[in-house]
Each structure stands twice: as C-alpha cells, then as structure tokens.
C-alpha cells in the first residue's frame, strides 16, 4: 500500500477529516503525532461536514489537500462524488481515505485491512469468525475476512441486513434461534455493531454467552474495554480492543497519503494518550 502515495517530501502537506459531527475524532492526535515523528510539515485538520455540504467540501480538498479521511455519515455518499474507486473500496461501497492525485481524488477503504493489520498483529490467523452487524463495519471486516480465506458467519438484529451482506459479500447468515450455539463453539467473536460505544455497561450478547475458546475483538472504542471485551478477559479469553483497528486504518491511510511507511508505535502512544 505505500507505493503510489500523494507524496510529501519538502512541502507543508494538508490532511483533515470529513464527517458530521468530527469533534471528538482521535485522527488529528494520531496523524499529528506521524508528521511529528517523521518532521513532515503539515496540518490534519477537522472538517466537519453536514450531508449538503458534502460535494463543495470535495471540491475544497482536490484544491488544496493531500488527502482526507472520510468517518460518520459521508462513507458510502463520499464514495460516489470520486474520480476512482480502487477495488477494495468498490466491493465494500464505501470509502474512509481519499489521496488526491493531481487533481484526481481516489476512494480508498483503510477500515478493512485497518481491521486485518491489527488482527495479524494479535496472532490470529484464519479459521472460522462470526460477525456481529451488517453496518459500515461489519460490510468492511466481513469483506477483508472472507478475502482472506476465513469462514465467516454473521449475525444482526435486522436479519434481513445480514442475509443482503452475506449475499453480496461471502459468509452466511445466523438466525436469533442458532445465535447462542453459533457464538459457544465460534472461535473468534468480533463485535461490528454499535452496542457498548459510550456505555460500559451495554453488551450485543446476554451474560455469559460467550465462545467457549479463542478470541473476541470489539472494534467499539469509547470505552476502551467494553461489557463484552471485559467478561471475554474473565473468561480467560484473548481480547482485542477498537483503538487496534483505529491504529490500523490510520497506519494505512498515511501510508497512501505519504508513499512510505508510516510510524506505527508513536501513532498508538498518541491514541493512548502518551503525546
Ligand atoms: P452502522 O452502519 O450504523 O451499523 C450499526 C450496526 O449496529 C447495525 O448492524 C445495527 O443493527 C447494529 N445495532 C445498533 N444498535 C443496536 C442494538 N441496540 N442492538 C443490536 N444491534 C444494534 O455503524 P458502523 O459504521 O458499522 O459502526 C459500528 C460501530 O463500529 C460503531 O460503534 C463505530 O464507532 C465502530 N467503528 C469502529 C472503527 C474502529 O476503527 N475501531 C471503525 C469503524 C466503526 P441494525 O441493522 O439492526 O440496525
């Protein structure tokens, strides 16, 4: 991925992130801290961006940025006002880092091997997962999983959102009745819905349901350790938290944006907290 980058060598480069709302977003801490440690000059600003102001917005940043991320609610929208889509991106139907090219903006989807670096880098290698939700996230984790080679089952509240996903992306759907079962004997259980974000106390699954061996990654982040991740770690279970697949995507974003590698360790200090 750091080859065919917007580069950044001897000029200030100009990043942001297109969103609605955009304030608490951890992407200015995290690239900041990149530039920093690799003394490229530049700004990662927050753009915040109602739906109507979405396509002036992209004509701002094929004027005069290198590259923006895209978060909450433009993902699929931003994807359809861009001269390109690389592949990734067009299978999953939306984007979350554009690099411009010379004028050209590229749709590019870092959450899907954001999620997969960070999978990789706790040890897990592929085997049999069962997702839960058919939103943005759980379209990009079940995507980059079948890709590369793993069975994936998927579970949603609305069973009519996981049977389209599975149909259009690989993987097949669970029914509330088989939930339990699937989850029991699943190896690594991987949270996609919203339930936890900014509630310690919420969990997508009933006490105690938990996989009967393996891991659980909860890529909710806000709070760190979620209800699920919390009684997966006291059942003596690998968790893996969200700001692992947030470190992830940001990794792969400034890689495209820069052409080189990007600084991994000062990145996770910054989301952390450390700097
Ligand atoms: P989304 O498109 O709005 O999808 C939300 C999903 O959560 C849907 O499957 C929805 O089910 C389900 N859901 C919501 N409330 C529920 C409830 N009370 N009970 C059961 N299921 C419920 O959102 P998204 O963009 O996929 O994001 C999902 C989560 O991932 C968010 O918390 C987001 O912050 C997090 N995220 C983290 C990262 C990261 O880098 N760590 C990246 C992207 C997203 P229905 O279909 O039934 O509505």
């Not at 001897?10 to 609605?20: C, E, P, Q, S, T």
């Not at 870092?110 to 997969?116: L, N, Q, S, V």
């Not at 939103?135 to 996981?162: D, F, H, K, M, Q």
């Not at 819905?193 to 996989?211: F, I, M, N």
Request: glycine share 12%.
């Amino acid at each position: 991925m750091a080859k065919k980058g917007a580069g950044c060598k001897n000029r200030a480069v100009r990043l942001g992130i297109i969103g609605d709302p955009v304030a608490h977003s951890l992407s200015p801490r995290m690239h900041q801290a990149a530039m920093s440690a690799l003394k490229i000059t530049g700004t990662y600003e927050l753009l915040p961006t109602p739906a109507e102001a979405l396509a002036g917005r992209l004509a701002e940043v094929r004027e005069s940025y290198q590259g923006v991320n895209v978060t909450v609610p433009h993902k699929v929208a931003a994807s359809g006002l861009l001269d390109e889509l690389d592949q990734r991106a067009a299978s999953i139907g939306a984007v979350n880092t554009i690099v411009n090219r010379g004028g050209r903006l590229i749709g590019y989807n870092t959450d899907a091997p954001g999620f997969y670096w960070a999978l990789e880098r706790a040890g897990l290698t592929p085997g049999e997962a069962l997702v839960l939700g058919a939103g943005g996230a759980a379209r990009a984790i079940v995507y980059e999983l079948v890709s590369r080679g793993w069975l994936v089952a998927v579970y949603n509240r609305t069973p009519s959102r996981a049977q389209q996903l599975v149909e259009q992306l690989g993987g097949w759907a669970v029914v509330a009745g088989k939930l339990e079962k699937a989850v029991k004997e699943t190896p690594l259980l991987i949270n996609a819905t919203s339930v936890g974000l900014g509630d310690p106390e919420a969990s997508p699954l009933p006490a105690g349901v938990l996989p009967e061996r393996g891991a659980v990654v909860d890529i909710v982040y806000e709070p760190r350790e979620t209800r699920l991740l919390r009684e997966a770690r006291q059942a003596g279970l690998k968790t893996l938290d969200g700001l692992e697949m947030l470190l992830g995507q940001g990794v792969l974003a400034f890689e495209l944006w820069t052409g080189g590698p990007a600084p991994a360790e000062a990145m996770r200090r910054a989301l952390l907290g450390g700097e």
